[in-house]
Structure formats: C-alpha cells, structure tokens
C-alpha cells in the first residue's frame, strides 16, 4: 500500500507549473505574477492636487483667519490634465480639482471648506502650509523600484497598482484549466427525474468550487457512462482544454468500473491502494499524446474521500502548476476533546469542529462517529471546518491527546 506522502510527492514530482503568459490586466486578476513590476517612472510624475480647492503659495494666504480673509484673484480653473503646464505668479490662485498637477509655482492647495468657492477671486479663511494638500512626485512609487514582486497572487489591488503604472499587461501562470469528470452508470445529475435506483451526483460541483477557490479555472462534465467507448471518447475530447484532469469514481474492483482499462490504452497511469482513511483507491498519470500530454488525477466516488483527497492531494498540486509558493492550508495542534478509534496502518482525516485561539489553544472534535470513516456522511463533512489528522500508527486517539488539524475555514 501507498503511503499518503509518497502518492502527494509523486503527484507534484509529475506536474510543472503553467508556462507564463503575457495577458491584460482584466484576466490577470487570480492569477501569479511570474516576473517583477518595476516603476519605470515616478508615479505621480508631477505634484499633483490631494483634493479639490485652490492652488496657491503658502505664503500668500499667511496669516488668513475667519476674522481677516485674505482675498486672491483666480487665474485658472484646472480640472484636467493640460497639453502646457499652468504658471501661478506670486498674488494669484488657481481653482484645482483633485489629482491634477499642481501649476508651476505652486507649494500648497486650499481646501474649498476654507474658502467662499469664489471663481473670478476666492477669500480664503484658513493659511496652509507648503505641501498641505498636495501628493508629492513618487507618492506612490519611485522610479526603479519593485512594487509587485514574482509570485504575487494578484487581486484587485495589485491591478489597480499595475494600471496606475501604465501597464496593460502583465506577465503571469495563467491559472490552471481543471476538467473534472465524475464516472457512473449510477449517477444522476442533481434536479433531473431519472429512472432506476440511481444517486445524485454530488462530486463534480463540489469539487468545481473547490478548484475555484484555489485559483483555478474548474471545467465540470456531466456524469460519465462505464461504457468503454463512451468514457474514452469524452476524457479525449477534454484533453484540448485541460491542464489537468480529475476524475471521480471508477475506481473499484467490479466488472462495470472500466476507468483502469480506459486510461490504460490513453497513456500512463498509475493505480494504488494508498493508505488514507476514507478511501484507498487512487491513480495518477498522464494521458495523451506528444504535445497534448495531460496530467490525470483519479479519486475515489464516494463524496467525503472524493473531497478529502482534493484536499490532501490535489489541491497543493493546483497550486502547485499555478506558481504558487505556499502548497498547504494552515495547520494548527489541537487537543482531542472526544475519543475514538483509527484504522491500522492508514492516515485518518476526520471531518472535525475545531474551536479556540493561538492564546488559549484550540479543542477538536469530530462531527460524526469515527468509527465509520468509509462511511462518513455529506451531511457530517458539511458541518467540518477542519480534517484532524492521524498518523498510520496510532491506532486510538485519547481525550486530550494532541492532534494536528487542516484547517479548513477561518
């Protein structure tokens, strides 16, 4: 039997990151930065107004109070940006608005507040001093420096900052293109009438959203047929739009789960028994041919071992070909406020409520009865926010034992 380290270091040993891709700023956002920003040029390039009101120099409205105003004649109405910069002499005032460059002369903006809004001359009530009110030359970033380093998850501030550079593209690993094929006669799609004795199809949206969630692009396929021709036909067809495929389901020893001799003729494939509780059958690969050669990952078809697998195996390999640095989900220690029983030789991920605080420390329970992980409910995973992990050689966790826990929500 596998052992769970050993299958994850194989998956991510056989993957590589999504070669980078130069794309505009719109369809950058999720994705890695895949090389430096550097600010070619100071941003602002020019002193710029911080707010709407008047450009003047400090020193002519020195000492303006409520009591004695002082009056200045209004030369200008800036609100854009202008072809010739505005000159401001000594005595005069320019009404601004906000973030246009200051006119030469000018030290300092007043804030309309301070003032009647006067247009043709303004009284000002308030001095200033020189700088108030005005965004200096490189506020934001100086020339030659790295603002946004290489593998930077991007969101909307980072593309907010891009596009204040003038970029209108960035260099980045696209994000991973994930088709996700469940596999079963048995399989329905969820709010369709069906005849037979069939189950809902519970992996191929769940697992969808987890793939999203991690910064990929997840491609759901409605429920596959065993039939050879049919399955082989469909995971053919994917392979043009994936940069990984998952399946789910088709994995047992029975004569009508056919996914083995599917893959087998479509690649190299690698089928096991790994130690992991729920669930042991997994298979890992690569189908198609010379430069459409995809990675393929098979998980088992029940929901709960279909889900915890994402989340020990594939989900640090998405992140992986995404160009992420960080693979794993936090991690905390927890002390064990229940009892049970884990299976021999197998690494046991129990759906589990973890309560408490880096200060106080923290308390794990599960949400069902351990004792049936192979058959652990949707309804007990669904009230989980963590998977407390047991090693393959304990074989009972005692009240207060320690126990280190994914965690799975903040």
Known sequence: MLSVQAHLAEILAGLSPVP????????????????????????????????????????????????SPVTLPVVADLWSAAEEPERLVVGQAVRISSGVALPVGANA??????????????????????????????????????VLAAGLR??????????????????VHPRPRVVIVPVGDELRVPGRRGGGAGVFEANAQALAIAVEDAGAVAIPVPPVSDDRATLREVLADQLVRADLVLTTGGLSEGSHDTLKDVLGPLGTV???????????????????????????????????????????????ALLEIAGHSELF?????????AEWNSPAGRREFVPAHLTGSPDEGYKVVPVADPRAIDQMSLTALASANALAVVPEGETFVRLGSRVHCLVLEG
């Open 109 to 146: 903006v007043v804030p309309l507040e301070h003032t009647d809004h006067g247009t043709a001359q303004v009284r000002v009530r308030r001095s200033v001093g020189v700088g108030s009110g005005v965004r200096r030359v490189g506020a934001d970033a100086r020339a030659g420096t790295v």
């Open 20 to 67: 980078p891709l130069e794309v505009v700023l719109g369809d950058a956002a999720g994705c890695i930065l895949a090389e430096d920003v550097t600010v070619v040029a100071d941003v602002p390039a020019h002193a710029t107004a911080a707010h709407d009101g008047y450009a003047v120099r400090a020193d002519d409205v020195h000492p303006a109070t409520d009591a």
């Open 270 to 316: 690698r089928f096991d028994h790994v130690a992991l509780a729920p669930g042991r059958g997994h298979g890992f690969g690569s189908i198609g041919e010379d430069d459409g050669v995809v990675p393929i990952v098979a998980l088992p078809g029940h929901p709960v071992a279909a889900l915890v697998a994402y989340e020990v195996f594939v989900r640090p």
């Open 154 to 171: 991007l969101g909307a501030r980072q593309i907010s900052l891009a596009a204040a550079l003038g970029r209108s593209h960035l260099r």
């Open 329 to 337: 989900r936090p991690s905390v220690v927890a002390y064990a406020d």
